[in-house]
């Protein structure tokens, strides 16, 4: 949905609105330079609305738009915004997004999946509530340089680390984790029915280690299991 347009299309359509500009030290840059539009406007603002920012605080109520959009540069926007591109301690490329929002954090686990075939699950972390969703290495490069093309509005800084980490290669002898296997419901209730992780890995063809900790998972309260 695009605001209207006034005579004029060169021309903010809107009469009562400002755009300042700000210079101040951050904990990231000696010098930021930072631009504020604001608005007087019920029509704009409602239209923002509709796009998917909420009045008030945002964090944990901020969701993609219900209208059409470009999902492709809205995901962009939210890694610029909140999201982290760059290199792991161990020199793995990876990609990042910390948001409070579950609309947000699922958004980019489905859109991840579809594009690179790499499932993430999404869960607050018990120390700040928020969700920290990452990929890395071949996965983290398939889904910058889809998100960060060329001729794309996007921060210099995260341009620069979008295109540094597509020259990583994985070494000869690193091999290439097989896709998770998610615990499914019927799992869970074939392992609590055993209540033996030697006998579940057999019937459920998981290794031990993997039931045992399912068990304790689910004995600690942390994994529901539904009724049969």
């Known amino acids: 949905m695009k605001p209207p347009q006034s005579p004029d299309s060169g021309r903010n359509p809107y009469h009562y609105s400002s755009i300042t500009e700000r210079v101040r030290s951050t904990n990231f840059a ?52 909140d999201g982290s591109l760059g290199w792991t301690a161990q020199g793995w490329p990876f990609l990042s997004l910390v948001s409070a929002s ?5 958004y ?24 920290n969703v990452c990929y890395y290495k071949e996965t983290a490069q398939q889904l ?15 341009k620069a680390e979008a295109n540094a980490i597509q020259g990583w290669v994985r070494p000869a002898d690193m091999k290439i984790a097989p896709p998770r296997r998610r615990w499914t419901a019927q799992d869970d209730q074939e392992l609590v029915r055993l209540n033996d992780p030697a006998a579940a890995a057999t019937a459920l063809d998981r290794t031990e280690q993997s039931c045992s900790m399912r068990l304790w998972r689910i004995r600690s309260g942390r994994v529901v299991v539904p009724p049969q």
């Open 30 to 81: 000696e010098r930021h330079h930072s631009a504020t539009w604001s608005v007087s406007s019920l029509e704009a603002r409602t239209i923002v609305n509709e796009l998917g920012i909420p009045y008030g605080k945002k964090s944990l109520t901020i969701k993609p738009p219900s209208t059409d959009f470009s999902r492709r540069d809205y995901l962009r926007g939210i890694i610029d915004a």
């Open 108 to 131: 980019l686990c489905k859109y991840g999946k579809d594009l690179t075939g790499t499932e993430r699950t999404t869960s607050r972390n018990t120390r700040d509530g928020v969700y």
């Open 144 to 158: 910058a340089a889809h998100l960060y093309y060329d001729g794309r509005l996007a921060l210099e800084h995260k």
């Open 102 to 106: 579950t609309e947000i954090a699922t």
